[in-house]
């Protein structure tokens, strides 16, 4: 079984400065997809980003990117010029790209960390 | 718009009671999945269903059921063998064989 892990449980940056969030995970599998999910106040669970792992080239969407090293299983978040509304649980998430049955394409979430934004 | 509802939002339940929570969604999604969120637990897979009339026990089943009659819903009952129900109860549903699973905003669920 798959487990993702997240060592930090709180974090926190000041205003427009940049934190990274570690993740790291365990599987056996070759082909896989991994997520960071960002969790606000609201508590409604909005994708940031992914990255396949097939892929060397480390995804990025707009101030989110990652550093995914695959022999290393390790998949950080970094955000840049942080913001306020960047305050909110990370949940880092694997996924298999395998149909190997039963539960093939479920989630598999780390713990959390909860990033502070300081003004 | 096109989503995922989860209703109600706030649900209370007198110890011994069944309860049912509501998830449909109008994204033609073929999977959907239940998960619960404990604090500090991060979130815990309970059913999930990868097409209509099947699912498939998670890691969490014990004390819950849930039914698949329609692609568009998947409600989920916590029954009075679920021993500490009390939680955040999150629905999601994805495409096959694309790999994003979209969230609803969640119903909290007391036991009172």
């Known amino acids: 079984a798959q487990t993702v892990t997240q060592s930090q449980p709180e974090m926190s940056v000041q205003e427009a400065e940049t934190v990274t969030l570690s993740c790291t995970y365990d599987?056996?599998?070759?082909?896989?997809?991994l997520f960071w999910y960002k969790q606000p106040p609201s508590r409604q669970m909005i994708l940031v980003i992914r990255?396949?792992?097939?892929?060397?080239q480390n995804a990025t969407e707009n101030r989110f990117s990652v550093n995914f090293q695959k022999a290393a299983k390790s998949f950080s978040l970094k955000i840049s010029d942080s913001q306020l509304g960047d305050a909110a649980m990370y949940f880092c998430?694997?996924?298999?790209?395998?149909?190997?049955?039963?539960?093939?394409?479920?989630?598999?979430f780390g713990k959390g960390t909860k990033l502070s934004v300081i003004p | 718009d096109g989503g995922i509802t989860q209703s109600p939002k706030y649900l209370f339940r007198k110890e011994g009671q069944n309860v049912t929570l509501s998830c449909e969604q109008n994204?033609?999604?073929?999977?959907m999945y239940w998960y619960r969120q404990d604090p500090g637990q991060g979130l815990r897979l309970i059913y999930y269903?990868?097409?209509?009339?099947?699912?498939q026990k998670g890691d969490i089943a014990e004390g819950y059921s849930v039914s698949r009659e329609k692609k568009e819903s998947f409600p989920l009952t916590v029954t009075s063998a679920q021993k500490n129900p009390t939680a955040f109860y999150l629905c999601?549903?994805?495409?096959?064989?694309?790999?994003?699973?979209?969230f609803g905003q969640g119903t909290r669920l007391t036991v009172v």
């Open positions: 990255q396949e792992a097939y892929k060397q």
């Open positions: 599987t056996s599998e070759s082909d896989y997809y």
């Open positions: 269903s990868q097409i209509v009339n099947d699912f």
């Open positions: 999601a549903s994805s495409i096959q064989p694309f790999t994003e699973a979209f």
């Open positions: 998430a694997y996924r298999s790209a395998q149909d190997s049955g039963a539960g093939s394409y479920q989630l598999t």
């Open positions: 994204l033609n999604h073929d999977a």
